[in-house]
């Protein structure tokens, strides 16, 4: 098939093409930030098979007393582990080309093909991970004026009909450390990966306002949440890892994490290939491929498992 055509400008007498510019113009792409934060799964790699099994160490329940009399045996707790199978799966995409297109274009298609194609991988990378934060079993969903309702059974127990507040933060941070036991990530803050209308919402709060009147003058004027209870926001505007949800699309979808959260279990990492040329060097393509799978460490919403709570609305699923 044709790379490019090119239409006569009138229907008789001399033919000519338009003056063309020398520079290429490219789309803007949505960022990725997701997959940034998962956790590689050690000693897996190249020819270990499709699937890893993740080994988890469960808590040992805290005894009512541990006083020991005299004459009595130690009691004894249980201990226990649990695993969790993660099954690679391969990826890619290509983007065929001609030599004839080569030849007689003024550009040289092969760099901008390939940055393109790095692009797509990217957002596709970053689509699986933001899938595989969503599929944690502890949802939240704001209805009321200030009402924050958790649901740990992996569904939403209403459609969400207000954006982010700044008592949200403090609530999902509350219920995170205390009713959780999330650890924060390296001992710092947890993090929240957010679309920009979820930000918005936060930055249009009173509360937030005159907060950071006081402690960060800077914030509004540079586009900025910051760090809210101990809670660190990213923004992303990518559409498909972060949507707009809730009655008439009134939230901006988070994910709030901590440590340990999501493992990435990759065979082989993700790389640009260029296929051997076709039809005596004629045809020719570039693709992306790579061998990898994104899961929840824990997909329980038990205390002391769970890692994640994501921010959405019951009617977007999961």
């Not at 550009?107 to 944690?136: C, G, H, S, W």
């Not at 990435?264 to 020719?284: Q, Y």
């Not at 997909?299 to 977007?316: F, P, Q, V, Y």
Request: proline fraction near 4%; hydrophobic fraction near 35%; charged fraction near 25%.
């Amino acid at each position: 098939m044709p790379q490019f055509s090119w239409n006569f400008d009138a229907p008789t007498g001399t033919y000519k093409n338009h003056a063309m510019s020398s520079q290429l113009y490219e789309a803007a792409v949505e960022n990725s930030v997701f997959m940034d934060h998962t956790s590689p799964v050690e000693g897996y790699g190249k020819k270990q098979g499709e699937t890893v099994t993740i080994t988890r160490v469960r808590n040992v329940t805290e005894p009512t007393s541990a006083v020991l009399d005299e004459q009595t045996r130690i009691p004894e707790d249980s201990f226990s582990l649990s695993t969790r199978a993660i099954t690679v799966q391969e990826l890619g995409r290509a983007i065929p080309y001609t030599s004839l297109s080569m030849d007689l274009s003024e550009f040289d298609l092969e760099n901008p093909i390939q940055k393109k194609l790095r692009e797509q991988m990217r957002l596709v990378l970053d689509t699986l991970a933001a899938q595989a934060y969503r599929r944690t079993s502890v949802k939240v969903d704001f209805t009321a004026t200030t009402t924050t309702t958790f649901s740990t059974g992996g569904v939403f127990a209403n459609n969400s009909t207000r954006n982010w507040l700044v008592s949200d933060v403090a609530k999902i941070r509350d219920y995170m450390f205390d009713d959780l036991t999330i650890p924060p990530i390296d001992g710092g803050d947890y993090l929240t990966i957010v679309r920009t209308l979820g930000l918005r919402g936060l930055k249009n709060d009173a509360e937030w306002v005159t907060w950071h009147q006081y402690t960060d003058p800077q914030a509004k004027f540079n586009g900025e949440v910051g760090r809210i209870e101990g809670v660190r926001f990213v923004e992303t505007n990518h559409t498909s890892a972060a949507r707009k949800v809730g009655t008439a699309s009134v939230l901006g979808e988070g994910l709030v994490f901590g440590d340990e959260s999501v493992g990435l279990a990759e065979a082989l990492t993700p790389e640009l290939r260029a296929a051997i040329p076709g039809d005596f060097g004629r045809s020719r393509a570039v693709a992306w491929y790579g061998i990898l799978r994104m899961e929840p460490i824990w997909d329980t919403g038990n205390r002391g498992e769970a890692k994640i709570l994501h921010i959405g609305s019951l009617e977007s699923g999961n």
